[in-house]
């Protein structure tokens, strides 16, 4: 066997054995589960993560993603919580303590607090005689399956249901709360992923930099109109301010021959696309890649087909989509 064969079968057996953990987790859950998340959304203060070595690492994501999904929630150093950091904690707060065997010296004070100040703690372990897990007052268990090296010696097994326990109490909580896309953004405002969650009214020119004329308007002034405002198209309202049509510099060709003789309404095209104020710029994005356009007018249909602003691929380009 040549050494890309064994590296290539060792990946396929970790993947394997970290795949049926997963399965045996996924049958494993039960009411302690819920148990836990209902006393985590029951929680008036924050939850506290705690762990060390490799269960700290993955303490510290499960904390990052209960945070950004709308649970306060932040970890706290199991040694450093013994030299100060345990004044971090207070009523209204909830542990989760992590400790694959649930012996760890180290959360021995955190666990002895919480204890002494009627904190409530879930434990997340997998050995269910545990003192964490003894000590506990809500039992997170993870099928004990050994660890994919073979040995017992390196996280992954472990590391990787530990991490998927965390992932699954985050969403389940996330989705009671029906904690949507518009409100991750606001944890997540920069980033790939900020703009991927923004919305058309934050990425829109309006007010004055919006083109607009009226529909009798003629096309001389249309022309000025298109021209100041830089973005090579103008809307076309009645008096009452309803978008009617956009004017284009496809239109433009189109009427070439007694151009300047017309006014907006004769030139433009009527019911152009546009879309919501409140919808995502992603959304927008593919509206114009699919019609092949390069700007969108963005009108709220609640406010009587008013043109709000207008949305040009650029602006979505600049904020990281496309």
Same mark, same amino acid.
């Given at each position: 066997?040549?050494?890309?064969?064994?590296?290539?079968?060792?990946?396929?057996?970790?993947? @394997?054995?970290?795949?049926r953990?997963?399965?045996?987790?996924?049958e494993?859950?039960?009411?302690?589960?819920?148990?836990?998340a209902?006393m985590?959304l029951?929680?008036?203060?924050?939850?506290?993560?705690?762990?060390?070595?490799?269960?700290?690492?993955?303490?510290?994501? #499960?904390?990052?993603?209960?945070?950004?999904?709308g649970?306060?929630?932040?970890?706290?150093?199991?040694?450093e919580?013994s030299?100060?950091?345990l004044g971090?904690?207070?009523k209204?707060?909830?542990?989760?303590a992590i400790?694959?065997?649930?012996?760890?010296?180290e959360?021995?004070?955190?666990?002895?607090?919480t204890r002494?100040?009627?904190?409530?703690?879930?434990?997340?372990?997998?050995?269910?005689?545990?003192?964490?897990?003894?000590?506990?007052?809500?039992?997170?268990?993870?099928?004990?399956?050994g660890e994919?090296?073979g040995?017992?010696?390196?996280?992954?097994?472990?590391?990787?249901?530990?991490?998927?326990?965390?992932?699954?109490?985050?969403i389940?909580?996330m989705k009671?709360?029906?904690f949507?896309p518009e409100?991750?953004r606001?944890f997540h405002?920069?980033?790939?992923?900020?703009?991927q969650?923004?919305r058309?009214?934050d990425?829109?020119?309006?007010?004055?930099?919006l083109?607009?004329?009226?529909?009798?308007?003629?096309m001389?002034e249309?022309? #000025?109109?298109?021209?100041?405002?830089?973005?090579?198209?103008?809307?076309?309202?009645?008096?009452d301010g309803?978008l009617l049509?956009?004017?284009?510099?496809?239109?433009?060709?189109?009427?070439?021959e007694g151009?300047?003789q017309n006014?907006?309404e004769?030139?433009? @095209?009527?019911?152009?696309?546009? #879309?919501?104020?409140?919808?995502?710029a992603?959304?927008?994005?593919?509206?114009?890649n699919?019609?092949?356009?390069?700007?969108?007018?963005?009108?709220?249909?609640?406010?009587?087909?008013?043109?709000?602003?207008?949305?040009?691929i650029?602006?979505?380009?600049r904020?990281?989509?496309?």
């Amino acid at each position: 066997m040549t050494d890309t064969e064994k590296f290539l079968a060792t990946a396929r057996q970790v993947a @394997t054995d970290e795949a049926r953990a997963l399965d045996a987790l996924a049958e494993s859950f039960d009411e302690r589960f819920a148990q836990a998340a209902r006393m985590i959304l029951a929680a008036t203060g924050r939850i506290i993560i705690s762990g060390i070595g490799k269960s700290g690492h993955i303490g510290h994501k #499960i904390a990052a993603t209960l945070a950004s999904t709308g649970t306060p929630a932040y970890f706290v150093h199991p040694a450093e919580a013994s030299h100060g950091d345990l004044g971090m904690l207070s009523k209204g707060d909830v542990v989760l303590a992590i400790s694959n065997s649930g012996e760890a010296p180290e959360l021995a004070n955190l666990l002895a607090f919480t204890r002494r100040f009627d904190i409530p703690l879930i434990g997340l372990s997998s050995k269910p005689e545990s003192t964490l897990m003894t000590q506990a007052d809500v039992q997170l268990q993870i099928p004990a399956m050994g660890e994919a090296c073979g040995y017992g010696i390196v996280p992954s097994n472990s590391t990787t249901l530990t991490l998927a326990m965390g992932d699954a109490l985050a969403i389940a909580i996330m989705k009671y709360r029906d904690f949507r896309p518009e409100n991750f953004r606001d944890f997540h405002p920069g980033g790939k992923l900020g703009a991927q969650l923004s919305r058309v009214r934050d990425l829109m020119h309006g007010d004055t930099a919006l083109p607009l004329v009226n529909k009798d308007t003629p096309m001389s002034e249309a022309l #000025i109109e298109i021209s100041q405002k830089g973005f090579g198209v103008s809307g076309v309202t009645d008096a009452d301010g309803t978008l009617l049509g956009i004017i284009t510099d496809g239109d433009l060709r189109r009427h070439m021959e007694g151009l300047l003789q017309n006014s907006a309404e004769a030139v433009m @095209t009527k019911d152009p696309t546009t #879309i919501a104020p409140d919808a995502l710029a992603e959304e927008a994005v593919a509206i114009m890649n699919q019609r092949k356009i390069t700007c969108l007018f963005v009108v709220d249909p609640a406010k009587g087909h008013r043109a709000e602003g207008l949305l040009h691929i650029h602006d979505c380009l600049r904020a990281g989509l496309g």
